[in-house]
């Protein structure tokens, strides 16, 4: 099959109506679920899975790409308006954005982030579409030694890049990969840990987990917090068209862009990193190395562009390690992961192989969103006055609602609402004490692939731990890890040392 | 729930323990030096290492200062409608897990929703309303469009 062959079929796929009908419905949810404080891009997708789960996987994946950029945009509307960040990944730039339009300056605070977002997202996916063919060719000769090492390196990410408490992430993510061992073992098939549920023998349902670690510990976190007696927050006044004056902060700023872009993209493409951290990254560098540091955080739109072009970008490249090596960028490619395995699209190299078409009808849907995100933004910014009166109150037992359903449809037992609502417990007491949740969800997706590659090394080379590093590639990415942990573990006996010599 | 690092760590090494004690029981195959076990009895050596670090943290800070109670509410249950609103998000899990086989799914969620909307300070009226809007619109887009046999309960012969 010729390329040509390969774009015309991936075309026919996604220029389907059904297909644009979903990306455009699964789009207006993610803006409004993004907008929403509270409720997160990674929720959007999580509450959306159920019902892809019954599409084929085409419009499936299209309504997880489009409602995950547009949360992540969605989420700067309510942080300009009220100082609220939607989703986590608009936080680092909240303060700028809010003292933006409280100096009039609302439509082109918002119409700079929707733009710059729009940039960022496309040049994530003109990375993806570039890197990850050139991947997956490459990564077609790994063996089980490259893809346990690559396992290895992404779950060390999530502890160590992207966690301020080392030790809790690392907790977090052991208490994923022991989920993940519930149920017959792969490589021997004797049950495990499933106190003698017949429902637990195929191991903890990922999806109802999910919703109950994103979506129902958000529910209860949510109505435990609310406070009835605080005043609904004033939001400034937005005048003028939003595109005004939008041209010019672009023309100013085209380093700002390129640069949040890049880093963007290659935080995302690291396991277990997202749009969350790529923004507060991209926001410090950009502090670092602008002219004039000082007006960071008090309303200046510089470090806005960096980061907005930053958490989008990081949207596309965290589906570089999710499509070549079934490893994900983050907690929302975590779940694309588990609807690929459901619809029969076992990611990794072999699928840029065998169905090339549905590789390319993703980039195709990945571009389409993009751009679809301008005018569906600029309605949501026009709404969202109206939409942001809708009171956390009414919205909380809604979204209760659906995560109830949502996991029922998964098992279409109740089967599936137990175990939401076992794992949304912990994951409630967990971040309550600290832990992060996100390495939770890592090692649960990870875990039996790890599992897998590491019981295939072991048994090739008859535990021999030598063998891990015979293979160039293999003995390069442990090394990356046997770093990663020295570094680490170096670092923590320095902050042992110097906690002592000041006690 | 507030619970201080070392009783979280003592918890963890209990959880360690008793995956090792499991992995023990699972069958070994004769000629197979790896099987069903080494996996879960890493990850107990990993939670068994990782409470006794916490462990170990928790009491070096405590020596340079008093530390709080080992468990405790997280502080905004005690205040206004925290702790109501809390029982009422799980007392509506719990009741379509044990009582919407019987009773159906649109009589439980009505009735419980409307509690935790009344829970949260909405007036009555409005609160009957939201619970009996959002209901139905699960039960036509779940059970109508994506035919999930969400149970009928008492409703069977009307739906």
């Given amino acids: 099959m010729g390329f040509g062959d390969i774009l015309l079929q991936a075309a026919l796929l996604v220029l389907d109506p059904q297909v644009l009908l979903t990306a455009l419905l699964a789009g207006m949810f993610g803006m409004f679920v993004g907008a929403m404080p509270g409720l997160t891009a990674t929720m959007a997708t999580a509450l959306l899975v159920p019902m892809t789960f019954f599409m084929d996987p085409i419009p499936a994946l299209a309504a997880i790409v489009s409602a995950s950029g547009m949360a992540i945009f969605a989420g700067d509307i309510p942080g300009a308006l009220l100082r609220i960040p939607g989703t986590p990944a608009s936080a680092a730039y909240v303060e700028d954005s809010h003292r933006l339009a409280l100096q009039g300056k609302l ?248 169905n090339p078409q549905l590789i390319y009808a993703v980039f195709m849907i990945f571009i389409l969103t993009t751009l679809m995100m301008v005018p569906l933004g600029w309605a949501a910014v026009k709404a969202s006055r109206q939409v942001l009166r809708v009171p956390s109150r009414v919205l909380l037992p809604i979204v209760l609602s659906f995560c109830i359903v949502g996991a029922f449809a998964m098992t279409n037992s109740v089967f599936g609402i137990v175990i939401m609502l076992a794992i949304g417990l912990l994951g409630w007491v967990l971040e309550e004490n600290g832990f992060p949740v996100a390495p939770i969800i890592l090692g649960l997706v990870l875990g039996g692939m790890f599992e897998r590659m590491f019981m295939t090394s072991m048994i090739k080379s008859g535990g021999d731990l030598t063998a891990f590093f015979e293979r160039p590639i293999a003995a390069g990415l442990g090394i990356c890890v046997l770093l990663i942990w020295g570094m680490a573990l170096l670092g923590a006996v320095r902050r042992m040392g110097k906690g002592r010599g000041t006690a | 729930m507030k619970i201080t690092d070392a009783v979280s760590g003592a918890l963890l090494i209990a959880l360690g323990l008793f995956m090792f004690w499991q992995a023990s029981l699972f069958p070994s195959f004769g000629g197979q030096p790896y099987g069903a076990a080494l996996l879960p009895s890493i990850l107990a050596g990993g939670f068994v290492l990782g409470g006794a670090l916490l462990i170990l943290r928790d009491v070096m800070a405590r020596r340079q200062a008093a530390g709080g109670p080992l468990v405790s509410l997280v502080p905004e249950l005690r205040q206004g409608t925290g702790m109501a609103a809390l029982l009422a998000v799980l007392g509506n899990v719990l009741a379509q897990i044990w009582v919407a086989q019987s009773l159906g799914f649109i009589p439980v969620s009505v009735i419980g929703l409307s509690v935790l909307f009344l829970v949260l300070r909405l007036r009555p009226w409005v609160a009957l309303a939201l619970a009996v809007g959002t209901s139905m619109a699960c039960w036509w887009l779940f059970a109508g469009l994506l035919r999930v046999p969400l149970p009928r309960g008492i409703l069977d012969g009307v739906l």
């Fill in chain 1, 107 to 354: 439509n082109m605070a918002l119409g700079t982030n929707l733009l710059v977002s729009c940039i960022g997202g496309l040049f994530g996916v003109g990375v993806l579409i570039a890197a990850a063919p050139l991947l997956a060719e490459f990564a077609l000769r790994f063996t089980s030694y490259e893809y346990f090492w690559l396992a290895t390196l992404g779950l060390s990410c999530a502890i160590f890049i992207a966690s301020a408490d080392p030790l809790k992430a690392g907790i977090a993510l052991l208490i994923g990969l022991a989920m993940a061992t519930v149920g017959l073992d792969p490589t021997t098939g004797v049950p495990r840990f499933t106190l003698g549920q017949v429902d637990l023998m195929a191991g903890v349902e990922f999806i109802p987990a999910m919703i109950g670690l994103f979506a129902l510990a958000e529910v209860m976190r949510g109505v435990i917090r609310l406070n009835h007696n605080a005043p609904p927050p004033p939001m400034p006044a937005g005048e003028g068209a939003l595109f005004k004056g939008v041209g010019g902060v672009i023309r100013r700023h085209p380093k700002n862009i390129v640069r949040g872009s890049l880093m963007g993209t290659l935080i995302g493409a690291l396991p277990g990193a997202g749009a969350d951290i790529a923004a507060w990254m991209a926001y410090a560098v950009s502090k670092r190395f602008s002219k004039t540091p000082e007006k960071y955080g008090k309303g200046h739109v510089e470090g806005l562009v960096d980061a907005s072009a930053a958490n989008n970008a990081a949207v596309g490249g965290a589906w570089i390690p999710a499509l070549v090596f079934g490893i994900p960028g983050d907690s929302v490619t975590a779940i694309v992961i588990g609807v690929l395995y459901m619809k029969g699209m076992n990611p990794g190299p072999t699928v840029f192989i065998q």
